[in-house]
């Protein structure tokens, strides 16, 4: 496979993957920092499921983590973290000016973790083709007040968390997780398969296959990139979909159906077990087939 058809399979797997649940930016400063500022993750969002990201448009910034230099950009660019670790911006006298938000991943939906997103990572603007367009739109929105300008920001927050991602991707940034996979042409096209067709039977000698490898190639070689076996990737997946369809009001029976369950009861205990609610729950109490699922 040639590195532009790779390349575009890759992202068509990644488009995928996020679907409606992307991430999303929560910008909650822009402007000029001078001196030392704390910053934790958010309350309100399950801390697996959340990031953070820092814009550094003029001057310099280092992050400490339990009062140690962590990294440090001295031109614009981006830091990007991947958990909520509490941890202090410090910038000159003179300030540096910044645009900070809170990433958040959606749930259902591929956590940080899950996609191999760093924990900390300084990236500068010069190393990440095609960011100055969006980078300047950003820092011109934060500046100004127009309406609509904090939807603005935040969708540009987005925008370049994607592009900050794809950088990630490409150049080898992630060692392990969905990300790290996609290197990967043979199991990009695994990875892509079960998201689009969550419900089929797969096996593992199905999906060792569509990578044109062996089954016990294919296993090793999945997890290693993955973090978790073939079998336990199309359950998730599967869940995830389950959630959002109940969630939508459907029938308890036919999202069994849809997802490749047999059975009513496992699907509403599993998902239970994974999202702690239950089918009655996510349809708001209507007339699902709440009779399935008694615990």
């Known amino acids: ?24 930016g929560d910008v909650f400063f822009s402007g000029v920092l001078c001196g030392n500022s704390d910053h934790v993750g958010r309350g309100d969002v399950a ?3 959340q990031g953070m990201l820092h814009v550094l448009q003029s001057g310099s910034v280092r992050v400490l983590m339990n009062g140690k230099p962590h990294v440090v950009l001295d031109r614009p660019g981006v830091i990007l973290l991947g958990k909520p670790t509490p941890h202090v911006l410090e910038t000159p006298e003179t300030g ?36 100055e367009a969006i980078t300047s739109q950003l820092f011109l929105e934060a500046a100004e007040t127009q309406p609509g300008g904090k ?20 150049e080898g940034l992630v060692t392990s997780g969905i990300l790290a996979a996609l290197r990967d042409p043979r199991i990009a096209r695994v990875v892509g398969e079960l998201h689009r067709d ?26 290693d ?31 069994a159906g849809s997802v490749g369950y047999r059975s009513t009861t496992a699907l509403a205990r599993a998902i239970q077990l ?10 708001g109490d209507s007339s699902a087939d709440s009779d399935a699922f008694n615990i």
């Open 274 to 283: 994974k999202h702690n609610v239950t089918p009655r729950q996510l349809q």
């Open 96 to 131: 540096s000016s910044l645009v900070c938000a809170h990433m958040e991943f959606p749930n259902p939906g591929p956590s940080p973790a899950k996609l191999g997103v760093p924990d900390c990572l300084a990236l500068a603007f010069d190393d990440i083709p095609g960011l």
């Open 198 to 223: 969550p419900g089929r039977n797969w096996s593992v000698e199905s999906q060792a296959e569509i990578a044109g490898m062996s089954r016990a190639s294919f296993a090793a070689l999945f997890r």
């Open 47 to 49: 801390t697996d499921q």
């Open 1 to 24: 496979m040639s590195k532009e058809a790779r390349n575009s399979s890759e992202r068509d797997v990644l488009s995928d993957i996020f679907g409606a649940h992307h991430p999303r």
């Open 225 to 255: 990139l993955m973090g978790s076996s073939p079998g336990e990737y199309v359950q998730s997946i599967r869940l995830d979909q389950a959630f959002e369809m109940l969630r939508a009001g459907q029938n308890l029976q036919s999202v």
């Open 151 to 170: 939807t603005a920001v935040n969708l540009l927050m987005d925008l370049l968390l994607l592009m900050v991602l794809r950088h990630c991707q490409a």
